[in-house]
């Protein structure tokens, strides 16, 4: 038999709960934005592909910093197809001990201060939690926004121009270009 790892379990899970939802709650999948941090970027993309049949897919997936340990280049990790937007924000993305991965993998992917070094932070594992905290901002804050970067070396010397977009927050969907850099300060509310 087929021995399945621990997060797709989860994934499989998600994706059955969601089902029973849409079933029993009239949950409108179009309508549905998950969000996941490190591994659970990678399980709520999964997720979504377990429900891209029959209803279609769901509305939107926020990816937090996804781990780059073991998902470089693997197909199982997320991607700008699991859901109609897929939006990802790199918060911890060089050095031999980096725990996000660099590579531009959903529809927009913001790179928070160029994407490492977060401000106020000594340590990778301090950079890529800030993913989830320049999130939650985003909630209340208007003012995380990011300028698109046509090269690495652009959003590397913080040389990004162009119509801005906000970062997180509500909405279902954006459009705009593949990349951005946000600036943000060292605390709450960046």
């Known amino acids: 038999t087929l021995k399945l790892l621990p997060y797709t379990i989860v994934a499989e899970h998600l994706a059955n709960f969601i089902t029973w939802l849409e079933y029993e709650a009239r949950l409108i999948r179009s309508t549905l ?32 910093d996804p781990s780059a340990s073991r998902w470089g280049s693997n197909s199982g990790r997320l991607a700008d197809t699991d859901a109609l937007y897929v ?14 991965i660099g590579t531009p993998i959903g529809d927009i ?21 800030r993913a ?6 985003s909630m209340v804050n208007s003012g995380l926004v ?27 969907s954006k459009t ?4 951005y850099r946000v600036n943000t300060e060292r605390r709450w509310p960046f």
């Open 33 to 64: 934005h998950l969000v996941g941090f490190d591994l659970g970027a990678h399980i709520v993309g999964q997720t979504g592909r377990r429900l891209d049949q029959g209803f279609g897919r769901i509305g939107r997936i926020t990816g937090l």
């Open 87 to 100: 939006e990802v924000i790199h918060t911890d993305i060089t050095g031999p001990t980096a725990n996000g």
């Open 109 to 129: 992917n913001f790179f928070v201060n160029g994407g490492s070094n977060q401000p106020g932070c000594l340590t990778h594992i301090c950079s890529h939690n």
């Open 132 to 137: 989830f905290e320049v999130f939650a901002a």
């Open 146 to 172: 990011g300028y698109p970067c046509s090269s690495d070396l652009q959003n590397t010397l913080n040389r990004c121009r162009g119509d801005p977009l906000h970062m997180g927050g509500l909405l279902l």
């Open 176 to 179: 705009g270009s593949k990349k």
